[in-house]
């Protein structure tokens, strides 16, 4: 899952510099989950650089995840803080 993280990201010139952590546990996803995903991720990612703590140089973003198990279905749970922005 870091990796699909940092290749999202990667397009948008953040990832030089520390300014971006993400960790989590081993996730596996299937295509169209990670579509989704990527998505996601790049549409915040934009939204930071252009509006949030990626507009400004010291800012930073932090994205966690993890895997929930809810009666039988696996749901992913992601995280995404942001900090030193405007």
């Known amino acids: 899952m870091q990796a699909t ?3 999202a990201l990667e397009p948008l010139g953040v ?3 520390g300014r971006v952590d993400a960790n989590g546990q081993k ?4 295509s169209s989950a990670l579509m989704a995903i990527n998505l996601i991720l790049h ?3 934009t939204n930071a ?4 703590a990626l507009s400004k ?17 696996d ?3 992601l995280d995404w ?6």
């Not at 650089?49 to 949030?52: A, P, R, S, T």
């Not at 140089?57 to 279905?73: F, K, N």
């Open 5 to 7: 993280v940092f290749a």
């Open 15 to 17: 990832l030089n510099g």
């Open 27 to 30: 996730v596996v996803l299937n």
């Open 43 to 45: 549409e915040v990612g």
């Open 49 to 52: 650089v252009k509006y949030g």
């Open 57 to 73: 140089e010291r800012g930073r973003i932090t994205i966690q995840w993890a895997l929930l198990a809810d009666e039988g279905s």
């Open 75 to 77: 749901m992913l749970h």
């Open 81 to 86: 803080r942001e900090e030193g922005g405007p």
